[in-house]
């Protein structure tokens, strides 16, 4: 492959946000396994198209109401939408597609219940993406993109069987998870152009700051801990009642759990906005979701647990936050993906 149609083709990743797909994936997977511990290869392969399609038209809608604010950044300036490679036109075209497709597939293959969750999913994206940055009490649209993140899971769920407790409290737990990260990683890696253009973020409603703190104000870091802690209790819970559930599943999803409260812990209460600060903040942007993935796929065996580990976590390798933080770079301070948000 050429350096000509390798950047093409990156740029393409970049405006369809695959990076940060494996995330999307894991969210759906672990519906579907949450549903039953019967599955069919068929099933998991149309929810996993669906998720696919989620992903592009809710994050290229994100992109879409973003695009000025964005392009007044530095390194978001250069993705296609913001530097006019893609139209915004053509933007919206993708976004009605992949959302259509994505609601038509499951109601026609699936079930009635599996649609709806997913309107609902949508919709609370959606509001995120037009009021977030914008409404004047910031968690509030975080709960809303977190509930969309939750009902995204419960589709799953629903594609594998009747919604049921174990599938509840793990969409309580991604989505308290999802307020986490956006009101303080991806809050934080923002803080700055975000103060500079009067946008209203969690982050900005704790710190009151234009640059980068020195430390976090202590009422910031229990809102986070607060919240995490609902993550935390909720994704044990629900895999302790999980359908086909193991032992070593649910000792995987204590541990993953706490490590990444003990990281969110460090990383906020001994804040640093440098390389170890981004390292933290990375782990724990990464943890919560792959340990309850790996958790419930161990019922299926080793092998399969380990290509959960690792399947939603390859697309992550081409995220340039990652790449920053592996080569020790200070383009983004903070955690969280530039690919997300």
Wanted: with cysteine; glycine share 12%; hydrophobic share 50%.
């Amino acid at each position: 492959m050429d350096a000509v149609t390798g950047g093409r083709l990156r740029q393409l990743g970049r405006f369809l946000r695959l990076p940060s797909i494996g995330v999307t994936l894991a969210v759906v997977l672990l519906g579907v396994v949450s549903g039953s511990d019967q599955t069919s290869a068929a099933r998991i392969g149309v929810m996993l198209t669906v998720g696919v399609l989620f992903h592009v038209g809710v994050y290229v809608l994100n992109d879409i109401v973003d695009v000025d604010l964005d392009r007044t950044d530095p390194r978001r300036a250069g993705a296609p939408l913001m530097a006019g490679t893609v139209s915004t036109p053509v933007a919206y075209g993708v976004v009605v597609l992949c959302l259509l497709v994505a609601f038509v597939l499951p109601a026609a293959t699936v079930n009635a219940t599996t649609f709806i969750c997913l309107i609902a999913a949508t919709a609370g994206l959606a509001v995120y993406d037009v009021f977030g940055k914008r409404f004047p009490f910031p968690p509030l649209t975080d709960l809303a993109q977190g509930a969309g993140w939750g009902f995204l899971l419960l589709a799953g769920c629903a594609a594998n069987g009747p919604i049921n407790a174990a599938a509840v409290l793990l969409s309580c737990s991604i989505a308290a998870y999802v307020m986490v990260v956006t009101g303080i990683p991806a809050g934080l890696r923002d803080l700055p152009n975000d103060a500079r253009h009067g946008a209203r973020t969690t982050a900005l409603m704790f710190v009151r700051a234009q640059e980068m703190p020195a430390e976090l104000p202590r009422p910031y870091v229990a809102y986070g801990l607060a919240v995490n802690g609902i993550s935390v209790t909720t994704g044990v819970a629900g895999m302790a009642i999980l359908p086909g559930r193991t032992e070593v599943g649910i000792a995987i999803a204590v541990l993953g759990q706490l490590v990444s409260m003990a990281a969110l812990w460090r990383g906020t209460w001994y804040y640093r906005p440098d390389q170890a600060g981004a390292r933290l903040g990375l782990l724990y942007v990464l943890l919560p979701w792959s340990s309850l993935l790996v958790a419930a796929f161990t019922r299926y065996g080793v092998w399969p647990a380990l290509l959960a580990a690792v399947f939603p976590l390859l697309p992550w390798l081409g995220s340039r936050i990652v790449q920053s933080i592996l080569a020790g770079s200070s383009e983004w301070t903070g955690a969280g993906d530039p690919d997300a948000g």
